[in-house]
Nanobody, 116 residues
Framework: QVQLAESGGGLVQAGGSLRLSCTPSGRSFSIAVMGWYRQAPGKQRESVATLTSGGTINYADSVKGRFTISRDNAKNTVYLQMNSLKPEDTAVYYC??????????WGQGTQVTVSS
């Protein structure tokens, strides 16, 4: 069983910064893609940023230039540095790992609230 533990969410004023982190535990597995998704009230879950094992990064247009995804290979941890936060970034943020067999693993979600 694989579990993903997220941390770093909270309440911040517009223009502020937060850093999310996500670390897996349980059985070992080979990661193909690490990513962050978010879901705002009344909206569908959307991809925010993804990072492949080969180093390819993709960002949603809405966060380009403000958010940075990175990883610590030794810890299998993925981070999301969020700068210049806007009220529209308010959502529950989920980390997601995809293994080489295309199994998906989700974190429990962490709330990010940006006040205006």
């Amino acid at each position: 069983q694989v579990q993903l533990a997220e941390s770093g969410g909270g309440l911040v004023q517009a223009g502020g910064s937060l850093r999310l982190s996500c670390t897996p535990s349980g059985r070992s597995f080979s990661i193909a893609v690490m990513g962050w998704y978010r879901q705002a009230p009344g909206k569908q879950r959307e991809s925010v940023a993804t990072l492949t094992s080969g180093g390819t990064i993709n960002y949603a247009d809405s966060v380009k230039g403000r958010f940075t995804i990175s990883r610590d290979n030794a810890k299998n941890t993925v981070y999301l540095q969020m700068n210049s936060l806007k009220p529209e970034d308010t959502a529950v943020y989920y980390c997601n790992f995809l293994d080489v067999y295309l199994n998906k693993y989700w974190g429990q979600g962490t709330q990010v609230t940006v006040s205006s």
